[in-house]
């Protein structure tokens, strides 16, 4: 059997991280705007806990990416397999993650994919050649490590 998934990742700015890590892994910025306005329009939630993003509306504090070909809801958007959710938190990061993602470019475009993330807003924390790998250590816009193989 296998499960749907969501990995949450604490963030000050989650549209922004949101954008990054789509681009970065080719996901899809969750489309949640029809639920957002059927529930504004109930009267269910209130508007200041709303943005307008890119002409759409969108939960001010959560926004999640999801794999371009797994499911989602049509009704409310939400993606019904991989995904990312990343929600706004007050206070920044401080300490080394205790999870990340690699990236799994391949030797042969390992530093392309460096170097088009660097552009994204990455930046490059340390090479590493062990004889187990080779790998180089990034981090997001909010200083979360990650790998690009």
Same mark, same amino acid.
């Given at each position: 059997?296998?499960?749907?998934?969501? $990995?949450?990742?604490? #963030? #000050?700015?989650?549209? =922004?991280?949101? &954008?990054?890590? %789509?681009? *970065? $892994?080719?996901?899809?910025?969750?489309?949640?705007?029809?639920?957002?306005?059927?529930?504004?329009?109930?009267? =269910? &939630?209130?508007? @200041? %806990?709303?943005?307008?993003?890119?002409?759409?509306?969108?939960? /001010?504090? $959560?926004? &999640?990416?999801?794999?371009?070909?797994?499911?989602?809801?049509?009704? #409310?958007? *939400?993606?019904?397999? /991989?995904?990312?959710?990343?929600? /706004?938190?007050?206070?920044?990061?401080?300490?080394?993650?205790?999870?990340?993602?690699?990236?799994? =470019?391949?030797? @042969?475009?390992?530093?392309? @994919?460096?170097? /088009?993330?660097?552009?994204?807003? &990455? *930046?490059?924390?340390?090479?590493? %050649?062990?004889?187990?790998?080779?790998?180089?250590?990034?981090?997001?816009?909010?200083?979360?490590?990650?790998?690009?193989?």
């Amino acid at each position: 059997m296998t499960w749907d998934w969501k $990995l949450v990742v604490d #963030s #000050s700015d989650p549209h =922004a991280q949101a &954008a990054f890590w %789509a681009e *970065t $892994l080719g996901y899809l910025v969750e489309d949640n705007s029809a639920l957002i306005d059927r529930l504004l329009d109930l009267g =269910a &939630a209130p508007e @200041e %806990a709303t943005l307008l993003v890119d002409g759409r509306r969108v939960w /001010r504090d $959560l926004i &999640a990416v999801r794999h371009p070909d797994d499911p989602y809801e049509k009704d #409310s958007g *939400t993606g019904l397999g /991989r995904r990312l959710l990343f929600q /706004r938190v007050p206070e920044a990061k401080t300490v080394k993650n205790r999870l990340h993602l690699d990236v799994h =470019a391949g030797p @042969e475009r390992r530093d392309a @994919e460096v170097e /088009r993330l660097e552009q994204l807003g &990455a *930046t490059v924390l340390r090479r590493v %050649a062990e004889p187990g790998g080779t790998w180089v250590v990034l981090a997001d816009p909010e200083g979360n490590e990650f790998c690009v193989q």
